[in-house]
């Protein structure tokens, strides 16, 4: 093992980033934004200070520090690029292996401008993180990036402008591989990650986790409890709702095996909170809400809306519809919104009891980041009332 592999080691393992199975170690490994973030910071060190580097180290948004090697070096006299592979570890991922690039130049002002180049896709729908025409570099890897270069401005004693161009040549050929086109990102694929660590994707690990989560709540006492699938919707709970995250367990896509476990470890009740892309599709009986396994969301916006009352061009347009938020944005100019939401809610609501049964409790709230609050279903005050009373 090589020093660079036991300091990723030893501050993994501190941070409580290794996972486990069938005692194995799964590799964890980091993200896009990760790698553009440590390109920028080694090209802008090596162009403000004139030293030359092969290694570089960042520290992540989930506080792992990672030291990753240089590569691909080109030094002009105003502009350095240079290049860090990406690793998913056991992570399946297309983007695995792939170098990508970060160019820092010199510019007037004192400003940092940051854009996307070659492979990088460009937004053209509403409903991302980024406006149409930006380069689709999410919001927590734009950060990572400009801080990296900010601390070598201060560090170098700068206060120049500095240009930052992030490029995947193979970008645009992995982009096809990906849901990319149909969630409206042309020309190449986008830089993510929210902590800059890739954890391993593997499917019984995820839910051994979740079950793990929710049996320790019960185990404290705690028998009713929130369910997010991700980021988006803990982020919507505590920071725009108010409500107490530690009551949550991440269910990811796995919303069925995750009632599964509510059930089995005997929870009175639980309530959903995510966003309308991942919650439309349990209307149509969904409960694993991966793209791979189903993309029924159009499908379900559509049906909703016929049963309503909407135009056959309506019910059309909603199927071409390439986002939930285009669909959202549709059915609300129609004035149709509020009675599709409801529409899909009841269905929805019908599954949840169908896989819950009698025993469990349970409720659903539907947001979307334009909107906030689409709907919920029945139940979901006594829900509510239940877990607040609750004190971690």
């Known amino acids: 093992m090589t020093e660079k592999d036991l300091n990723r080691y030893q501050s993994e393992e501190k941070q409580g980033a290794l996972i486990w199975k069938n005692q194995k170690q799964l590799r964890s490994g980091y993200t896009t934004g990760s790698c553009a973030a440590a390109a920028a910071k080694a090209a802008a060190h090596m162009l ?223 309530l959903l909170i995510g966003h309308i892309g991942k919650l439309v599709k349990l209307a149509a009986g969904v409960m694993n809400t991966h793209s791979r396994q189903a993309d029924c969301r159009m499908e379900v916006f559509a049906a909703h809306a016929a049963l309503h009352g909407a135009s056959q061009e309506i019910t059309g347009r909603l199927m071409g519809s390439l986002t939930t938020t285009e669909a959202v944005d549709l059915l609300k100019q129609e004035g149709m919104l509020d009675v599709v939401m409801r529409s899909i809610l009841e269905k929805a609501e019908y599954h949840l009891k169908h896989r819950a049964g009698e025993k469990l409790k349970i409720g659903a709230v539907v947001f979307s980041m334009e909107e906030g609050i689409l709907g919920s279903t029945s139940g979901t005050r006594e829900l509510l009332e239940q877990i607040q009373r609750l004190k971690p």
């Open 48 to 270: 403000l200070t004139g030293e030359t580097i092969w290694q570089v180290s960042l520290l992540t948004p989930k506080g792992v520090l990672l030291y990753l090697d240089v590569e691909d070096i080109q030094i002009g006299q105003d502009a350095v690029s240079c290049a860090v592979r990406k690793d998913s570890g056991d992570d399946p991922d297309v983007t695995d292996g792939i170098l990508i690039y970060t160019k820092v130049s010199r510019c007037p002002g004192t400003e940092l401008h940051l854009d996307g180049g070659e492979g990088v896709g460009r937004v053209t729908k509403k409903g991302l993180e980024q406006k149409i025409g930006d380069a689709a570099i999410n919001k927590v890897p734009r950060r990572m990036i400009l801080q990296a270069v900010d601390s070598q401005r201060e560090e170098s004693g700068s206060t120049g402008g500095l240009e930052i161009v992030v490029s995947i040549p193979k970008g645009k050929e992995l982009a096809r591989k990906t849901f990319n086109p149909r969630l409206g990102i042309e020309g190449g694929i986008s830089v993510l990650g929210t902590s800059g660590i890739v954890e391993p994707m593997s499917e019984q690990a995820l839910t051994a986790t979740i079950h793990l989560e929710m049996k320790m709540l019960k185990e404290n006492g705690y028998d009713w409890c929130y369910v997010v699938p991700g980021n988006y919707g803990s982020d919507f709970l505590t920071q725009t709702l108010k409500f107490n995250g530690e009551l949550s367990v991440k269910c990811s896509n796995y919303i069925g095996d995750t009632i599964d476990y509510a059930v089995s470890l005997g929870m009175k009740g639980i």
